[in-house]
Structure formats: structure tokens, C-alpha cells
């Protein structure tokens, strides 16, 4: 990694070498001028500056021995030891990285009254599952599943972590990979694994407008965390070959500050994540009543409505109902996207559906690049008419999901 540095003797006028950063990451406090966060490393200080004063410096970093981090581990989300369908779709995953580099697949499963439910992932093809079932871990708190995540890395120091993206998971990954002062890379879309076991970790940066490659060469283990939806499970094998370890954690070690009180349960709403079909109503919609038509066209496929940005920020819909990257990750068998110009957020967040249809009256919108069949045509003019066409052939739900796979 590089620095630079300020060789202080050689600073005769703090004032204008100050005016030197355009990001104003030079500061002169205390009579001592030094470079704060806010530096892009684009070394115009260094080429316009008075020879000498700026240096730009490598760091030496001393390699990791990769061999001695070996094989996939995933942790297993569950509530009450109810397993989270991310939980799988990250299993299929590290399966398939394994399998490139020859590695075993790990599965990290904590919790209390667990090890009932810990057979079921055998079914998914994981070759060891390690499960602490303690008192202490009843509830999520962070600091003791920190430490059981501390003390699975320790004894068995996998290479690469997969943690879902859900409330818990996002909590519990950055503590586990601070740990171990190694990189942490939030919501991939593409994983993907190089010969000498580094992970490439893809995802969507600067609001989505660049798909950011990440790597950490020189840290393990490797952390990233995927949200649902984005991955396939693997199918359930009636056949089991991997096996359980049973774990424990002293427990001094897993003391917490935070005390449950009590645990008051959410009632279960339908959630766009879990819909088959899916309508979504994009920015051509010009005012709110005018997605009456857009819920008619859901209602006659038994569909649910989802919205993009736009139209959450103009106060039309539920912010749970927004597909993308601040939205929701979709993978319905269906999605039809009405006036919606296929902005990378929000591709990112549905381009896993079987099948995208999508309607836009601009030809070169980006949206026909992931669709599998496009409509040109103004949404006020395509949707009614399409309204009418279903209503006189009374096609239903189960037929489009039909014809769409076939």
C-alpha cells in the first residue's frame, strides 16, 4: 500500500502547498502540514509541489502463507433454528468455488437447542458442519457470536467467509473480520475464485454507476456478504456425506453487555423477495393515480407491484416495494418492468429473474439489455391494451409463468 509523505524540514510555505490538493486533503494545524482522509492519492502535490516536500512511499507488506488457510466456510442464518433460504444459496455457491481450487465447504452453525436442525444442511452437500450449541447464544447478541465466529476461524481458518446479507449477517461480519484485520466486501453480485484461492469479489460502487472489483491478496480469511436472492440453491439430495462437529466456547468468553428482555415477534408480511410475479412500475409513470392501471395489470396475473427510486422518493409507494440496490433482491419467475430505464441499481437488483420482460418507449434503454422479451411503446398506450388482451384470452398467472420457461 502507498503513502505520502511530507518531508517537513523541507516546508518553507505551508500557505500555498495547502492550495496545491484540489480534494483540500492538505492541512497545515499545529505548525506541522499533513495529508488528511479526504486524499485521492492523485499525486498532483507531488508533480507540482517544491521538489522534495512530497514523497510518495510503498509500504512493504509482508505476504501471507495461503496454504495455511484452506477451504469455504458459510454461516448458517436461522432464527430459532429456522434456517434463512440465503443460508443455501451460499452453500450452492461456495460449492461451486470448491470446487475449482480443490476445497473442502465448510458450514458455521450457532445458536441454543440447534442440533436437530444442523442434519438438514447436510442434505445440501456441505462436507463438515460445525455447530456451537450453547445456553449463552440463545439470542443474537453480538459480542458472544463474535467470539464463537473468532473461535471457528482460529481452529479451522478457512480462506473464504460467506455471511448473508440480512440484518444479522451485516452486523456480525464486519466484528468477525475486524478480528482478523482483513477486508470485508458488502452486497457482491459476483463471486468468483482465482487458482492461488484469492476471491474476486464484484459489486456495485459510487451509487452503481462502476462494478467495483475487490481482492485482498494479502489478509485471510476473505469475508464478503451476498444478499438474498442473488444466488441459486443447490437441490436437496436425499443422500448425506458430510458430517457434524459439535463445538463449545468457554464461557467467560461469551459475556455480554446487552441483556434480552424480552423478544417481541414481527408479524410475517408477504415481501416482494418471495413473489413469483412481479410488476414494476419505473419512472414513466407520470402521477400516482395513474398506477391504478399498473396494480389492474397485477391483480389480473396475481403479481405483486414493486417500484423503483423515483418513485418512492415522490411518496408513491412503500419503500419495501423498491427493487435494487437501497431496494430489494428479487428472482421471481416473472417480472414485467413498465417505463423503467434499467439503471444499473436497479438491474442489479432483479437480473437473476427466468424471465424479464421489459416496456419502455425508448429503444436504447438499458433495461432491453438483461430483458428477454422487449415492448417499444409509451406504458399508457402498451399496458391497457395488454390489460384487454389478458381480460378477452383469460390468461392467468400459472399460464405466463408456463410460457415463460418454455
Excluded at 505476504?63 to 466456510?73: E, L, N, Q, T
Aim: charged share 25%; with cysteine.
Amino acid at each position: 500500500m502507498a503513502k505520502i509523505v511530507i518531508n517537513q524540514k523541507k516546508v518553507i510555505n505551508p500557505q500555498e502547498l495547502i492550495k496545491l490538493c484540489p480534494f483540500a486533503a492538505i492541512e497545515y494545524v499545529n505548525n506541522y502540514l499533513t495529508i488528511n482522509a479526504a486524499c485521492k492519492m492523485c499525486n498532483i502535490c507531488i508533480k507540482q509541489g517544491p521538489e522534495g516536500v512530497f514523497e510518495l512511499v510503498e509500504e512493504q507488506v509482508e505476504a501471507i502463507d495461503k496454504d495455511k488457510w484452506r477451504g469455504i466456510a458459510v454461516y448458517v442464518d436461522h432464527l430459532e433454528g429456522d434456517i434463512h433460504p440465503v443460508t443455501m444459496e451460499l452453500i450452492g455457491k461456495a460449492k461451486e468455488l470448491a470446487a475449482k481450487i480443490n476445497y473442502p465447504v465448510y458450514a458455521l452453525f450457532m445458536g441454543h437447542d440447534i442440533k436437530d436442525r444442523a442434519k438438514e444442511i447436510l442434505h445440501y452437500g456441505v462436507d463438515e458442519i460445525f455447530v456451537y450449541d450453547q445456553e449463552e447464544l440463545k439470542d443474537f447478541r453480538i459480542e458472544p457470536y463474535t467470539a464463537v465466529f473468532e473461535d471457528f476461524i482460529n481452529n479451522i481458518m478457512p480462506s473464504i467467509v460467506l455471511v448473508g446479507g440480512t440484518t444479522i449477517g451485516r452486523s456480525l461480519a464486519p466484528r468477525a473480520a475486524a478480528r482478523f484485520r482483513t477486508g470485508l466486501t458488502a452486497d457482491c453480485t459476483i463471486l468468483d475464485v482465482q487458482e492461488n484461492t484469492d476471491l474476486d469479489q464484484i459489486r456495485p460502487a459510487f451509487g452503481g454507476n462502476i462494478m467495483a472489483h475487490i481482492h485482498t491478496p494479502n489478509h485471510r480469511p476473505q469475508f464478503a456478504t451476498v444478499r438474498y436472492k442473488i444466488f441459486s440453491a443447490p437441490e436437496r439430495s436425499e443422500e448425506i456425506h458430510g458430517q457434524i462437529t459439535y463445538c463449545t466456547v468457554e464461557s467467560e468468553k461469551l459475556v455480554s453487555k446487552i441483556e434480552v428482555l424480552d423478544i417481541k415477534k414481527k408479524e410475517r408480511e408477504e415481501s416482494i423477495e418471495d413473489a413469483e410475479v412481479i410488476i414494476v412500475a419505473g419512472r414513466a409513470i407520470q402521477k400516482e393515480d395513474d398506477l391504478s392501471m399498473i396494480y389492474e395489470l397485477a391483480d389480473l396475473l396475481g403479481a405483486h407491484v414493486a417500484t423503483t427510486r423515483p418513485l418512492i422518493e415522490a411518496g408513491w409507494a412503500d419503500p419495501r416495494k423498491q427493487i435494487g440496490l437501497s431496494g430489494r433482491t428479487v428472482k421471481p419467475k416473472l417480472i414485467i418492468t413498465c417505463g423503467v430505464s434499467g439503471a444499473i441499481q436497479f438491474v442489479a437488483g432483479m437480473n437473476n429473474s427466468e424471465c424479464i420482460v421489459a416496456i419502455d418507449k425508448d429503444e436504447k434503454a438499458s433495461i432491453f439489455g438483461v430483458a428477454h422479451y422487449g415492448i417499444i411503446g409509451d406504458v399508457y398506450e402498451v399496458i391497457p391494451r395488454l390489460i384487454e388482451k389478458i381480460k378477452a384470452n383469460k390468461v392467468n398467472v400459472e399460464d405466463m409463468a408456463y410460457a415463460s420457461t418454455n
